[in-house]
């Protein structure tokens, strides 16, 4: 079975700083995608950055990248020049190509920026 | 705009009382999900559905059942409730295999009294 697990249960950045949500997951598969998903205190889950599993190229999206290490098993979320509007809940996720399209989420990282 | 909508915003019920989550989606996606979330626990999937009047277990489906009569539509059924089921319920859906091309809604906080 694989699992997803995020050992940050809450960090704090300030405004226009960088900071780096940690996430590591488990799995005999290799064919997957992993996912960083956001969900602001409207709760509204938003999805922030997909990697597939194949790519070694690390996903980015505006102020987010990622950092895959495949080996390791390691998928790392760094935000860069933060801003308020990032406070919210992160969340990792796996999901399995060959089991369609269930997603696995981790524990989640409660992030504040403070002005 | 394209939107997975629930029923609920805040739910509060009686234990022992049946009681019905529901979930519509306009995008007609194939797949739809029932997750729960509680702190410190993630998110985690009670069932899904790839079709309408099919149904898979996720992996926590006890005391839940669920109900895909219409493609739009994905109801999640608690047939007693108790007082651990008190939690935050979310729904999404996704077209196809997904690939995490998931649409939350907005969540229903459910208290068991």
């Known amino acids: 079975a694989q699992t997803v697990t995020q050992s940050q249960p809450e960090m704090s950045v300030q405004e226009a700083e960088t900071v780096t949500l940690s996430c590591t997951y488990d799995?005999?598969?290799?064919?997957?995608?992993l996912f960083w998903y956001k969900q602001p205190p409207s709760r509204q889950m938003i999805l922030v950055i997909r990697?597939?599993?194949?790519?070694?190229q690390n996903a980015t999206e505006n102020r987010f990248s990622v950092n895959f290490q495949k080996a390791a098993k390691s998928f790392s979320l760094k935000i860069s020049d933060s801003q308020l509007g990032d406070t919210a809940m992160y969340f990792c996720?796996?999901?399995?190509?060959?089991?369609?399209?269930?997603?696995?989420f981790g524990q989640g990282t409660e992030l504040s920026v403070k002005p | 705009d394209v939107k997975v909508t629930q029923s609920s915003r805040y739910l509060v019920k009686r234990t022992g009382e049946k009681v019905f989550l529901e979930c519509v989606q306009d995008?007609?996606?194939?797949?739809m999900f029932w997750y729960r979330q509680d702190p410190g626990l993630g998110l985690r999937l009670i069932y899904f559905?790839?079709?309408?009047?099919?149904?898979e277990k996720g992996d926590i489906p006890e005391g839940y059942s669920v109900s895909r009569e219409k493609k739009e539509r994905f109801s999640l059924i608690l047939e007693s409730a108790s007082t651990n089921q008190t939690s935050m319920y979310l729904c999404?859906?996704?077209?196809?295999?997904?690939?995490?091309?998931?649409?939350f809604g907005s969540g229903t906080r459910l208290t068991v009294v």
């Open positions: 990697q597939e599993a194949y790519k070694q």
């Open positions: 996720a796996f999901m399995n190509r060959n089991q369609g399209g269930k997603l696995i």
């Open positions: 799995t005999s598969e290799n064919n997957y995608y």
């Open positions: 559905s790839y079709d309408v009047k099919m149904k």
């Open positions: 995008m007609d996606h194939e797949n």
């Open positions: 999404a859906s996704s077209p196809g295999q997904g690939m995490g091309g998931y649409t």
